[in-house]
């Protein structure tokens, strides 16, 4: 059975930076796309970056492109999600999910895996 399990959420003051990490169970982690996504209240769930099976390609929303780093670690069945700069409108649920099917991946749909969740709140 797949599991993924974030932490490092927490809270931030605007400007400061967070690690989130994801950790997979399952024998089959390095060959699964990778990626985040997050939800504000009163929102729907939106992508924020994805990292392809082999860490070679990254693609990141728009809003956080300079400021968020996705990558992985295939030994340790973990990814991660560096945050530097942080905004109050970072604010909101953190979740990682899992693709077996490495395409369209800024789609919530690409991905049969999610963990839990784990919150990040900005203060201005």
């Known amino acids: 059975q797949v599991q993924l399990v974030e932490s490092g959420g927490g809270l931030v003051q605007a400007g400061g930076s967070l690690r989130l990490s994801c950790a997979a169970s399952g024998r089959t982690f390095s060959s699964w796309a990778m990626g985040w996504f997050r939800q504000a209240p009163g929102k729907e769930r939106e992508f924020v970056a994805f990292?392809?099976?082999?860490?070679?390609?990254?693609y990141y929303t728009s809003g956080v492109k300079g400021r968020f780093t996705i990558s992985r670690d295939n030994v340790k069945n973990t990814v991660y999600l560096q945050m530097t700069s942080l905004k109050p409108e970072d604010t909101a649920v953190y979740y990682c999910g899992g693709s077996t099917r490495q395409r369209r991946l800024a789609l919530r749909d690409a991905y049969d895996y999610w963990g839990q969740g784990t919150q990040v709140t900005v203060s201005s």
């Open positions: 990292i392809t099976a082999n860490g070679g390609t990254t």
